[in-house]
């Protein structure tokens, strides 16, 4: 049942971003952000009242910088899904493993423990080279229909992600209930729409297109809790690694969505790209399992 609740997140997700999609072509990213803030709230006060998590905070300053660096990542992955096809910008967000990979690489090599008694640096090496490769066939296309910008913002997405995720595995060495950490991330992410609003200005109201925000925020929260469903279901199954790894669903169903509602034409080698990136970054995953096994799930 978990690998069940765990595709339904992807495909909650992938929606999510067919919606901003449609959404973009009225209101501005501020306006998406503090919508889908506004309505996460709601829902996610709603869920840890069910749940019985209270929403009070011994770790406030730990929150806003989750909050400020979530934010900055879902702003970016945002402006990716509106400018680029949506199985690239997904993809490009779910390099947050790989970056992640990148970072311990970095650290145990400058720790010196990159020898016989620390972690062993080379099949990482190896996952997060293989990713770039994969990047550079799958952006092939993007740079050459001009994209350039919106594909570094969708990379950086993915980079902001990964901070965004150590920060959550630390609050969550804390004890602090996702529940409430995924409440005060809709807070921030308000906090930063409503001041984007006030910087870049609202675009004026109307029904036909704001109608895509409701979904946006349901879906949000939607994938956000069966995530969490899946991962609290395969904490007592022994199936957390396979549950990390159907995660990558999402971006199957995203190149479907792309082709079928957007007319996106996926190259070969973009395709080849995204496969090189899902394997590399599930490899990346394994590899994390075996140092960190009780690592929480990634957010959206």
């Known amino acids: 049942m978990q690998a069940l609740w765990m595709i339904l997140s992807s495909l909650s997700f992938a929606s999510m971003g067919v919606c901003i999609k449609f959404a973009s072509s009225h209101f501005n990213g501020?306006?998406?952000?503090?919508?889908?803030?506004?309505?996460?709230?709601?829902?996610?006060?709603?869920?840890?009242?069910?749940?019985?998590?209270?929403?009070?905070?011994?770790?406030?300053?730990?929150?806003?910088?989750?909050?400020?660096v979530g934010v900055v990542s879902m702003a970016a992955w945002f402006y990716a899904i509106s400018n680029l096809p949506l199985a690239t910008a997904m993809t490009l967000n779910y390099m947050s493993s790989i970056w992640i990979a990148a970072f311990l690489v970095?650290?145990?090599?400058?720790?010196?423990?990159?020898?016989?008694?620390?972690?062993?640096?080379?099949?990482?090496?190896?996952?997060?080279l293989?990713?770039?490769?994969?990047?550079?066939?799958?952006?092939?296309p993007a740079v050459a229909q001009n994209q350039s910008f919106a594909a570094l913002i969708g990379l950086l997405s993915g980079f902001g992600a990964a901070f965004a995720y150590m920060q959550v595995m630390a609050m969550a060495r804390l004890g602090e209930p996702e529940a409430r950490t995924v409440f005060y991330f809709a807070v921030g992410t308000t906090v930063a729409g409503g001041?984007?609003?006030?910087?870049?200005?609202?675009?004026?109201?109307?029904?036909?297109h704001a109608l895509w925000l409701l979904p946006i925020g349901l879906l949000a929260s939607l994938g956000q809790l069966t995530l969490t469903?899946?991962?609290?279901?395969?904490?007592?199954?022994?199936?957390?690694?396979?549950?990390?790894?159907?995660?990558?669903?999402?971006?199957?169903?995203?190149a479907l969505y792309g082709v079928i509602l957007f007319g996106d034409n996926i190259p070969l080698s973009g395709w080849a790209g995204m496969i090189l990136i899902m394997c590399s970054a599930i490899a990346a995953t394994v590899l994390r399992s075996r140092a960190a096994p009780n690592a929480p799930a990634e957010e959206h």
């Not at 970095?106 to 997060?128: C, D, E, F, T, Y």
Request: hydrophobic residues 50%; proline residues 4%.
């Open 106 to 128: 970095g650290g145990a090599l400058m720790l010196g423990k990159s020898g016989p008694k620390g972690p062993r640096q080379g099949p990482l090496v190896l996952a997060i």
């Open 229 to 254: 469903r899946a991962y609290s279901s395969a904490a007592h199954h022994g199936g957390t690694l396979m549950i990390a790894n159907l995660q990558y669903s999402g971006v199957v169903f995203a």
């Open 30 to 68: 501020a306006e998406i952000l503090f919508y889908r803030g506004v309505l996460g709230i709601f829902f996610m006060a709603i869920y840890a009242r069910v749940v019985g998590t209270p929403l009070r905070t011994a770790y406030p300053a730990m929150h806003a910088w989750r909050s400020v």
């Open 195 to 208: 001041l984007g609003m006030l910087l870049v200005g609202a675009s004026s109201w109307d029904w036909q």
């Open 130 to 140: 293989t990713s770039f490769a994969g990047v550079v066939l799958l952006l092939r």
